[in-house]
């Protein structure tokens, strides 16, 4: 039965299985040897590794013992170990525990075998501890040592590499040391008794003088807080310094400087502190407090103040004793203030942290001297006229009565009246500017269309026609400004028709006065208001519309000229609006 199923077809099954099995046989046995030759690698390894670590054991310097915790029991010490406690060999030095190479207690009074357990147990957990510790050879001479405990991997039972370094010599050091800084301590401590008693002899000496000093300081702050000038005291040190640097380089002509260089007087400014100001400063400047303007220099400064500050630089550059100069500056409320700076300047440079700067508002003072100066120059000039136009009328007048005497033309008697009149108009003219010039300079609520009204009855053969309603900020005079522009359209303008338009914008009142006249030519329009500019035949003194625009100007207001279509002039007048 066996021997009929043994047929081709199934030796060939059985060999395809056997071909099946050889393959997975030869697979694991590949796998098998690549386990081994990793396996035979790492132990090549480990035994290479423990061959590093045999020999550091052996030859280190430093006493190196394998210790099993939590006995205390000592496996194994190198050489540097035994010749360090003085065993006879290895044997004797392990048959030791460790507490029984240290003294009974520590330096801090506890007992060994009870710290040296609290050290293991830190070793083990985090792996290695090092610390300072008090160890004894075996013939009992203590020593200090520092030790490290290093955690081992083993198999079998956890294992601490212990290395100890003998530290005898840095702790006599460190004793030395200690009995060196205690001497100087010592020394220093009676040395500086002795500056003590020094310092007590001194500070009696001084104290009376601190007295005195205290009562020149409480003279010296009721001076500054009381006087009658703005007194500040500042900081020059960097701008000297700036100066001085300047002065290094090799300039010699410091004006000279700083005309090439203007841009060095602007950041000089920035270089001064102002350290404090006295109570008349706050009134001058108009400052709530002394915080407010000590931090409000640049804010006085005006473009007017850079030249005596200029001055103020060459002054310091040149190092003279005293500055001196009128300045111009504003108040806080952007007022112009007009002071006297005085200054004195130290000899040394160390003396420039606080410099005394005093000023003396003279703001009324030059306006007065302003105002003399512009009477004095309208005095000369009503004189000038004078002097000329009516001697000019006075020798035609009397050309003209001659004529008349002699050939009895009532023409020259025309013409002499003629010259009277315009003698009379001069002096009407001459009167204006007299009450212009001394007129009080006050403003106050003025009615436009009362006062235009007023001034239009004396000129009936102008029809003035008005438009609008207003009330300005002036005074008195401008009456003749409204008299000297409806005289203007009527004789020079030769207008029949004056058209008045008053108009308010924001807090301005726009009045445009417009005639049908000839107009005025264009090549004479930026002279009309110039002083003393006469045009043509009918031209008197020139003073007419000069008079009015300084006038509107003293209003705070502003005049100009335009032309009115299809003829005619157009005076545009802005005056502050009451609303």
């Known amino acids: 039965m066996y021997a009929k199923n043994i047929t081709r077809e199934n030796i ?9 099995q050889n393959a997975i046989l030869t697979k694991e046995n590949k796998q098998l040897l690549f386990e081994k030759t990793k396996h035979m690698n790492v132990d090549n390894k480990f035994t290479e590794n423990e061959e590093k670590y045999r020999i550091h054991y052996e030859f280190s310097k430093d006493a190196v013992m394998i210790l ?17 406690f003085n065993a006879e060999d290895e044997k004797e030095l392990i048959s030791k525990k460790f507490w029984e190479l240290s003294p009974k207690y520590q330096s801090d009074g506890q007992l060994s075998p009870v710290k040296i357990r609290k050290m293991i147990e830190k070793a083990i957990k985090t792996g290695s501890h090092f610390f300072e510790w008090t160890l004894k050879r075996l013939n009992d001479k203590e020593f ?39 001497g100087m301590a010592k020394e220093r401590t009676i040395k500086l008794k002795q500056e003590m008693i020094e310092q007590i002899q001194v500070e009696e000496k001084l104290k009376s003088s601190t007295v005195l000093l205290h009562d020149s300081e409480t003279r010296y702050h009721t001076i500054f807080e009381t006087a009658n000038v703005a007194i500040w005291e500042e900081d020059f040190t960097e701008l000297k310094a700036a100066i ?44 709530h407090n002394k915080e407010e303007l000590i931090a409000s220099l640049d ?4 473009p007017e103040s850079l030249h005596t500050f200029k001055e103020e630089l060459i002054a310091i550059a040149e190092c003279k004793r005293t500055f001196e100069a009128e300045k111009i500056t504003q108040n806080l409320q952007g007022e112009r203030v007009d002071v006297l700076l005085k200054l004195s300047i130290p000899a040394s440079s160390e003396s420039f942290g606080h410099i005394l700067i005093s000023m003396m508002d003279i703001t009324e003072r030059k306006k007065a001297q302003e105002e003399l100066i512009n009477h004095q120059q309208h005095i000369k000039l ?7 136009d009516i001697a000019n009328n006075f020798a035609v007048i009397q050309s003209a009565l001659n004529i008349y005497k002699q050939n009895h033309e009532d023409q020259m008697l025309e013409e002499a009246n003629k010259q009277i009149q315009k003698g009379s108009l001069l002096i009407s003219r001459m009167k204006q500017l007299e009450e212009f010039l001394t007129s009080d300079k006050t403003l106050k609520v003025r009615d436009l269309n009362s006062i235009i009204n007023r001034i239009a009855l004396s000129y009936p053969a102008l029809k003035i026609n008005i438009i609008g309603k207003a009330k300005v900020l002036a005074n008195d005079a401008i009456d003749s400004v409204f008299d ?3 005289n203007n359209v009527l004789i020079h303008a030769e207008a029949d028709v004056i058209d008045i338009s008053i108009n308010k914008y924001n807090n301005e009142c726009i009045i445009r006065v417009a005639d049908n006249g000839k107009g005025i030519p264009d090549k004479i329009k930026k002279m009309v208001f110039d002083e003393s500019y006469k045009y043509g035949d009918k031209g008197h003194t020139g003073l007419g519309l000069y008079i009015a625009k300084k006038t509107i100007e003293s209003f705070n207001g502003s005049i100009r000229l335009e032309n009115n279509e299809p003829k005619g002039t157009v005076f545009i007048i802005t005056l502050q609006l009451v609303q």
Do not use: W
């Open 12 to 20: 060939l099954k059985e060999f395809q299985k056997l071909q099946k």
């Open 68 to 84: 099993t915790p939590p006995t205390c029991i000592f496996t194994a010490g190198n050489r540097s170990a035994i010749e360090m």
């Open 144 to 182: 200090p040592a520092t030790i490290l405990f290093t955690r081992l991997i083993s198999e079998h039972k956890p294992l601490l590499e212990v290395t100890v370094k003998d530290i005898t010599k840095r702790k006599k050091a460190e004793e030395e040391l200690k009995k060196q800084l205690e």
């Open 244 to 287: 001085d640097t300047v002065k290094a380089q090799g300039v010699a002509d410091f004006r000279s400087y700083l005309k090439k260089h203007p841009e060095f007087i602007e950041q000089a400014v920035k270089l001064i502190k102002v350290l404090n100001v006295n109570d008349e400063a706050l009134k001058m400047y108009g400052a």
């Open 299 to 302: 804010r006085i400064f005006v």
């Open 382 to 388: 009503i004189n000038r006229i004078l002097r000329h």
């Open 484 to 486: 000297n522009l409806f």
